[in-house]
């Protein structure tokens, strides 16, 4: 019992860090960027996308959004961790959203 009153305090302390661990994303202006997807959730259909100039962008695909290889659209298990990509975003509010995403791979 006496461990448990000890242990309570500290876990409860460490919570705020383990929060503060999540991965800090990036908010850009509108626009066309390259890079390297480091992430894909596909659960969420979500992706990260590390840009060429070291922007992490987190990236809600929407109904509206479109994927396309080699010129063909195709689906969002297409996307692979590590593969190049360029996306053109529209920035609302603090949120990113991807209109287009195109494999470069």
Request: aromatic share 8%.
């Amino acid at each position: 019992m006496k461990l448990s009153k000890l242990f309570m305090p500290a876990l409860i302390a460490a919570v705020p860090f383990f929060y503060s661990c999540e991965e800090k994303t990036d908010v850009v202006e509108s626009g066309t960027y390259q890079g390297v997807i480091h992430e894909v959730e596909a659960d969420k259909t979500e992706i990260y996308v590390k840009t060429d100039d070291d922007k992490m962008l987190e990236l809600y695909f929407t109904e509206n959004t479109t994927l396309e290889h080699n010129g063909e659209t195709v689906p969002f298990e297409h996307l692979k961790e590590g593969g190049k990509v360029e996306v053109q975003v529209e920035k609302v509010g603090n949120r990113l959203d991807p209109v287009a995403v195109r494999i470069l791979e």
